[in-house]
């Protein structure tokens, strides 16, 4: 069964920095973009950061230039930098997979908490 397993969230001070990790385990046909979403207590989820097969990246604009989206392939697993952390950053990062199917998969959520 396939899954993805985050890790890396907490409680942070702003101006800090995490790193989030997230590792798909199983069956997997073949894995096209991952990338990481977030969603604030009220708010929609939304899009972080996206990377596909071939290294390409696309980063939400609150997020450039703090956030690096990184990926092992090898390892099935990607990863979210994150520094100069703001209290707005305060969500639930979800992990996300996209096959070349067109199949999506999700992980379960790892919070991330900015203290001001």
């Known amino acids: 069964q396939a899954q993805l397993v985050e890790s890396g969230g907490g409680l942070v001070q702003a101006g800090g920095s995490l790193r989030l990790s997230c590792a798909a385990s199983?069956?997997?046909?073949?894995?096209?973009?991952m990338g990481w979403h977030r969603q604030a207590p009220g708010k929609q989820r939304e899009l972080v950061a996206v990377?596909?097969?071939?290294?390409?990246?696309k980063y939400a604009d609150s997020v450039k230039g703090r956030f690096t989206i990184s990926r092992d392939n090898a390892k099935n697993a990607v990863y979210l930098q994150m520094s100069s952390l703001k209290p707005e950053d305060t969500a639930v990062y979800y992990c996300?997979?996209?096959?070349?199917?067109?199949?999506?998969?999700w992980g379960q959520g790892t919070q991330v908490t900015v203290s001001s």
């Open positions: 990377i596909s097969s071939s290294g390409y990246t």
């Open positions: 996300n997979v996209h096959e070349v199917t067109g199949r999506n998969y």
């Open positions: 199983g069956r997997f046909f073949s894995i096209d973009a």
